[in-house]
């Protein structure tokens, strides 16, 4: 990957542009989240999906029951033995999600100006002039002139299937709404957004707690998604129920920014959380549209800075029913790459999307190519500037195998961890080569039993730009003598060359931990 590394404000033959990419063994350094669903959940599809880039599987709630997504997280597991790649489980909570409860099913049409009565009372049977929600508390949260989206689960903005109200008049528990434009709405599942209003609902409301204290531990997800996150309150009230759990202390959360609530405490949110999700469907309806690339380039930054993943949403929505994404959406994803994400999540377009596994590999190989022109070089001198000095002694260690592996041109970098923290470090630097995140295990006891640590610190990588995790025998401790870190070295360079990303006269920069020393190694490969 280093060795056709560009400039975009280098001068580049524009006859290159046209020459085909090599392939190689990792799509992208870029990670892609696929939401499996109706049209992803089969052995057959997610094997595709696997092969084709997606190294975390999102379990949307918001729809179906526990036992579907037990039913679909089976598929997985089988499809990553027969695959032989690696995947990370997300739970994506519900949260104080507002939703019209449409129990026939019928298609709903309303006509522009016409009026529509938003009520709580959920016996009522939904059409064009009343629709029943899930929330007593709307009439009391909005007022004359506020604005609702009305919009299929997912929506991708394209479908006809969309509706923007305006609040008329506020009666008792009930909302009367203007219809702004024609719409017909279909289906079982149809989420309302209110612009810029507070909904006064729990975060994590009972049944998101039920669904992570069985589903959730029974699977031991590497994520939560942290839905409709607004205040840094909510990443500690979540905090305090994994750990109750025991099971999921240490699985990590990332706080999902979708509303002008949560832009607004973005910075404590940051600090609480692992990582961050930005919801641009959502955020786009709260957001002025000339603002929304604002705060995906602010929003970005600071994570970047901060060393935590930054997931970005609703990428190309338009494959959800075409083979090619738009000439938008192609430059949008490139720009979401060259603006400092970590990985890409798909939603619609894997979850009921005609083309789940094309849309992950059209997305890998438009990463794999923005991550050519990426700056590391800038990119690089302003990490270090905004860490400052003195640095701490892993960051510094970290800054310099990077330093090392791009002044080398090394074809790629092998880290030593057990945390996994000291791989996370080196990746907030953004090197141009592959990280091979070694992971120790470590040997833990509750007491009752002993227990090797590991697989998470492994899977947690896989969100993370440019990290690929590889577990070690536990039989070789991360910090023990040399001759025993020598065989786990040996074991990753072998790794290394079967992915084809190390030959012959190779480069490679080794991280690990000697006695109480941190080593920066650069070894040469021989025939």
């Not at 929304?292 to 959800?320: E, H, I, W």
Request: charged content about 25%; proline content about 4%.
């Amino acid at each position: 990957m280093h060795s056709s590394h560009l400039l975009l404000e280098e001068p580049i033959r524009m006859t290159s542009i046209l020459e085909p990419s090599k392939s190689s063994f990792f799509p992208a350094l870029t990670k892609i989240v696929g939401t499996l669903g109706p049209k992803s959940r089969s052995v057959e599809v997610i094997s595709g999906c696997l092969k084709a880039g997606m190294s975390v599987a999102r379990f949307d709630f918001s729809w179906c029951d526990a036992d579907y997504h037990q039913e679909t997280l089976e598929n997985l597991k089988t499809a990553v033995k027969s695959t032989k790649k690696l995947c990370a489980v997300m739970l994506d909570t519900v949260g104080p999600e507002l939703q019209v409860i449409n129990k026939t099913e019928k298609a709903i049409s309303l006509k522009a100006d016409g009026l529509v009565t938003l009520t709580p009372s959920q016996d009522q049977e939904a059409s064009s002039e009343v629709l029943p929600i899930n929330f007593d508390g709307l009439a009391k949260s909005v007022k004359k002139g506020d604005t609702i989206f009305v919009g299929q689960y997912l929506f991708t903005g394209s479908e006809t299937t969309s509706v923007w109200l305006e609040v008329d008049e506020v009666k008792g528990d009930d909302v009367i709404c203007v219809s702004r434009n024609a719409a017909t709405l279909g289906g079982p599942l149809f989420t309302l957004h209110v612009s810029q209003v507070h909904i006064d609902m729990p975060t994590l409301t009972e049944n998101d707690k039920k669904v992570i204290s069985t589903w959730g531990v029974e699977n031991k997800i590497d994520f939560l998604s942290l839905s409709y996150c607004r205040h840094a309150e909510d990443v500690r009230h979540a905090r305090e129920l994994l750990n109750s759990l025991g099971a999921l202390s240490q699985t990590q959360i990332f706080a999902k920014i979708e509303n002008e609530e949560g832009l607004n405490h973005f910075d404590e949110i940051l600090q609480e959380a692992d990582g961050i999700i930005l919801s641009r469907g959502n955020l786009g309806i709260d957001l002025p549209p000339e603002k929304v690339f604002l705060f995906q380039k602010a929003a970005l930054y600071k994570c970047n800075m901060a060393g935590k993943p930054a997931v970005l949403t609703r990428v190309v929505d338009s494959m959800t029913d075409n083979l090619r994404p738009t000439r938008a959406e192609a430059t949008d994803v490139a720009n979401a790459v060259l603006d400092g994400s970590d990985a890409i999540l798909l939603g619609a377009e894997t979850l009921r999307g005609l083309y789940p596994v094309e849309t992950i590999s059209t997305v890998g190989r438009i990463c794999a190519e923005a991550e050519k022109v990426f700056n590391q070089d800038l990119f690089f001198k302003k990490t270090v500037k905004y860490v400052g000095e003195p640095m701490s002694h892993l960051e510094s260690i970290a800054s310099s195998a990077v330093r090392a592996a791009i002044k080398v041109k090394a074809s790629v970098i092998i880290c030593f961890t057990s945390s996994g923290r000291a791989a996370r470090l080196i990746a907030k630097y953004r090197p141009t080569m592959p990280v091979l995140s070694v992971v120790i295990p470590r040997l833990a006891t509750n007491q009752l039993k002993w227990s090797f640590s590991g697989a998470f610190e492994a899977r947690q990588s896989l969100i993370v730009r440019g990290l690929f995790p590889m577990l070690a025998d536990p039989r070789h401790p991360a910090e023990s003598t040399n001759a025993t870190n020598e065989s786990v070295l040996k074991v990753a360079l072998d790794h290394g060359k079967q992915a084809g990303v190390i030959k012959s006269h190779d480069r490679v920069v080794v991280c690990q931990k000697v006695g109480d020393a941190a080593v920066v190694k650069i070894i040469e490969l021989e025939d």
